[in-house]
């Protein structure tokens, strides 16, 4: 018979200890000779079926031949060699006097090859360079375009202001009244041009900032370099112990002290002090100078005297002074080899 032998198979295949006997068998077949009573059968035999089931899963979860599935933490994609990179940034800021063959090869080998960060760049788009410099005779021509070399030709990276764009967004009058006293400077082009770099140096902030916000990215590291200048030595900038580093005063001293201005690199909080406080801070610093008897014979508005303070005093940060080599370059190519001798 059909249901007979199907509910057997069942019971010989539990081995429980209360199987469905043949007895029981019977039962059912004589039962399902009443055709009034076959919902009744099928019923019996589902729930046969049912018991079978559930206690076989008993007796193979205690003799651990079953396991149930267990939900899983899902597994990230990302390289755990990835976890610790910071993403960097790499910022030139001012003029680039004979760039394409004297400052690039220095800045390519000892900065661009040394990171692996994006590039930004903001630049002058002049020819001759402003005011006066040490050595700077205006021989030579700047070629401002040769600098979107540094971002690979990526016109979103890099900004070209004019003169007359410079002298619309800064009252150069007005700071040349803070020229400092006394100085070696030459008035009123030092100011002028401390000024301008000043500028450089908050635009190619912004213009990073700028492209974070298209690119739904930010830098964790950055690094802010004079597009002027020969570097004679790898720097890289993505060592996160180092959290605001800047060069050693690696050239003579004369009259007033303070901090390089010339380089940062660090964590992007502490390079956005450095990069953009600047302006925001004069008035502080003067009022700051009356007040303090360290600098009764010294007045007026000094580079590396006001980053210092800007640095220790107005936003206290923990700078770390490296010997940093780096000579200045003048638009004829000269080379001011007298600015640094590393230790």
Known sequence: MPVASSLSSLSSLSGLSSPIGYSDTLLLMNTANNSSTAVFLIAIVFLAIIRFVIESYIILGRNGGISLPLSRPMESNSDPADVHTESCALLFFGLGRAFKDVAYPSIKTNVLDANTCDVFVHTFNVTKTQGTFDHEDGSGVINSTELIILTDGDPSKIMFETEEDFQRQRDVEHFR?????????????????????????????????????????????????????????????????????????????????GFNDRMFYGQRKYGKVWSTERFKSVDAYLEWQQLNTDTKKKKGLHGEDFMKYLLTIRHPIPIQMQDICFMRIRSSGLILKGDCKVK
């Open 177 to 257: 009244k803070f020229f400092p006293k006394p100085s070696a400077w030459s008035y009123p082009a030092s100011m002028d041009n401390m000024i301008r770099q000043w500028h450089s140096v908050e635009k190619v902030w912004s213009l990073m900032e700028t492209y974070e916000d298209t690119m739904h990215k930010r830098y964790d590291r950055i690094g802010l370099f004079r597009s002027d200048v020969f570097y004679t030595h790898p720097i890289p900038i993505n060592n996160s112990s180092e959290v605001a580093v800047i060069p050693e005063m690696m050239y003579k001293v004369t009259m007033w002290g």
